[in-house]
């Protein structure tokens, strides 16, 4: 096995500082990484840069590929072109170090940001991340959100131990709503940005005003914005809803839209510590958001089938969980399926802890019951569901357009 020699170590030192040499100005630099735990272990990574292990670190952590059979948008579809959770997360990425690369900017924290952003996101998507956050105030008047939920499973239930720019990024990166200028805040510590965290589970409306710290989490919350304006409109037309949008400024396709959008973003950014966009190209993104709002996610035929079956399915198994964990039982899916994880049941235990014990005392069951539900993918929270209730009403009710249904055939 061949190892690296002194003179290649020093070789590829140099061409990680010679990108850093034609970043902007305006670009976080590697140097500037900081972790809530130090350690020499990646010091002397002469392949990788600091934001280069925190990509590799999300995309092996334990709940990444749950992504795959996440809902984005359109639930109840056996349809393998409508987008999942994981599709959008490349989007996403991809849209945002075309931006970073035009803006010279550090692809490697953008990339991390972007491909971390949702792993956090519930089952069935925003309606599901609706139904969680509403049990959860209930039983503890503390908030759920996505965007919060995910740095929970990097930084605490993972232990992936990720740089604060990264994990501030991921957490500033709601883009429900388009703003004409993003300008990053200013972090600067772990102290800072958990009193931050902390804010966002107690105060009613605060996750609304989190900014960036960086310019590269900026271009990551403008991307996630950009990845599904038109995709969800794409996505719309492939399950046959039926929808006519008025016209807008980029284009009917997914790419015009992405397009237009992209270059006019760079063009009024290069060279400046902010993103800026032209006043059509701002009017025109918030005509789609309002126009998607109204004729896609708040759609009778979308949103129905969660309402009545997502949304009690998900309370009865809050409220099932939640006392078997408070009664012990051992037997219980929360248990067998998530706490007993060699990986994410680690987390809710003592170093060295009997396998079964989990410390209540320390962690709130309400948490724990949150945690497994925000884990599972769509498929899974249906199959658990009949598997805990199969005489229920609800378990009839579920039902998918398949493959060859005439809808698609049409």
């Known amino acids: ?130 139904f969680l956050n509403e049990l959860y105030y209930e039983h503890t008047g503390r908030f759920f959100n996505h965007n919060v939920h995910s740095v929970r499973v990097l ?34 510590s772990f102290d800072e940005y958990n009193e931050i965290v902390e804010k966002c589970y107690t105060q009613k409306g605060y996750v609304k005003t989190l900014r960036p710290s960086t310019l590269e989490g900026c271009v990551v919350r403008i991307s996630d914005m950009i990845a599904y304006l038109g995709k969800d409109r794409q996505d719309a037309s492939k399950v046959k809803l039926g929808v006519h949008y008025e016209s807008n400024p980029f284009g009917d396709k997914n790419t015009d839209i992405i397009t237009a959008i992209v270059t006019d973003l760079v063009a009024n950014s290069i060279g400046q510590p902010y993103l800026s966009m032209s006043d059509d190209v701002f009017q025109g993104i918030t005509e789609i958001l309002r126009e998607n709002g109204e004729k896609i996610y708040q759609c009778p035929a979308v949103i129905k089938p969660y309402y009545e079956i997502i949304r009690p399915m998900m309370e009865m198994m809050y409220k099932r969980f939640l006392s078997e964990l408070q009664s012990n039982c051992y037997d219980s899916l929360i248990y067998q399926h998530y706490l007993n994880g060699s990986v994410v049941g680690n987390f809710y235990r003592e170093h060295n802890a009997k396998r079964r014990i989990v410390r ?27 598997h805990l209730f199969p005489d229920h009403p609800l378990s009839e009710k579920v039902e998918y357009v398949g493959y060859f249904d005439k809808k698609y055939t049409k």
């Not at 809902?71 to 056996?78: A, G």
């Not at 409508?82 to 490349?90: A, D, L």
């Not at 010279?104 to 949702?118: F, P, S, T, V, Y």
């Not at 991921?170 to 429900?176: N, P, R, T």
């Open 360 to 386: 209540l005392d320390i962690h709130d069951p309400n948490d724990i019951v949150v945690d497994f539900i925000a884990s599972m993918t769509d498929d899974y929270f249906i199959d658990a569901f009949l």
């Open 1 to 130: 096995m061949q190892k690296l020699t002194g003179r290649e170590t020093k070789w590829l030192r140099e061409v990680i500082e010679d990108t850093e040499q034609i970043m902007s100005p305006f670009a976080c630099r590697n140097k500037d990484a900081v972790r809530e735990h130090p350690s020499t272990k990646y010091a002397n990574d002469v392949l990788r840069t600091q934001f280069s292990i925190d990509i590799d670190k999300i995309l092996h952590s334990a709940l990444y590929n749950r992504g795959n059979d996440k809902t984005q948008v359109f639930s109840f579809y056996h349809n393998d072109d409508i987008t999942r959770r994981s599709t959008h997360v490349q989007l996403v990425s991809r849209i945002a170090r075309i931006i970073g690369r035009a803006l010279r900017l550090n692809l490697d924290l953008i990339e991390g940001i972007a491909i971390g952003h949702d792993v956090g996101h519930t089952p069935f998507g925003h309606k599901g991340e609706e």
């Open 155 to 188: 930084q605490k239930i993972t232990n992936c131990n990720l740089t604060l720019q990264t994990l501030d990024g991921i957490l500033c990166h709601c883009g429900e709503k388009a703003f004409a200028k993003y300008e990053p805040a200013s972090v600067h």
